[in-house]
C-alpha cells in the first residue's frame, strides 16, 4: 500500500467511451470502485483497490481525456 495517497470509501467515475460519436446517445458510463485510493498524475489517473483477505492491491490506469468527472465518498 503507498502510504503517499489518500484512501477512499468509495471513488465513481463518469468514463468517456473511446469512439462513439452518437449524438442521440450519452457516450459515459459509470464505473464504482470500493476501499480505494487515487491519484492524478500528468494525464493519467490511477486507482488502486485494496484487497484485505489477500493483502493486495490491484490498479487501474485511466487517461484523464477519457475522464468525464468523478466522485469521491471519504470513509
Do not use: A, H, R
Not at 480505494?36 to 487517461?63: A, F
Request: some cysteine; charged content about 30%.
Amino acid at each position: 500500500m503507498n502510504n503517499s495517497e489518500p484512501i477512499f470509501k468509495k471513488i465513481t467515475l463518469i468514463v468517456k467511451e473511446e469512439n462513439n460519436k452518437d449524438k442521440y446517445f450519452n457516450n459515459t458510463f459509470k464505473v464504482d470502485y470500493n476501499d480505494c485510493g487515487m491519484v492524478i498524475t500528468g494525464d493519467y489517473l490511477i486507482i488502486t483497490e485494496y484487497i484485505n483477505e489477500e493483502q493486495s492491491e490491484k490498479s487501474k490506469i485511466y487517461e484523464l481525456k477519457f475522464i468525464d468527472s468523478y466522485k469521491l465518498y471519504k470513509n
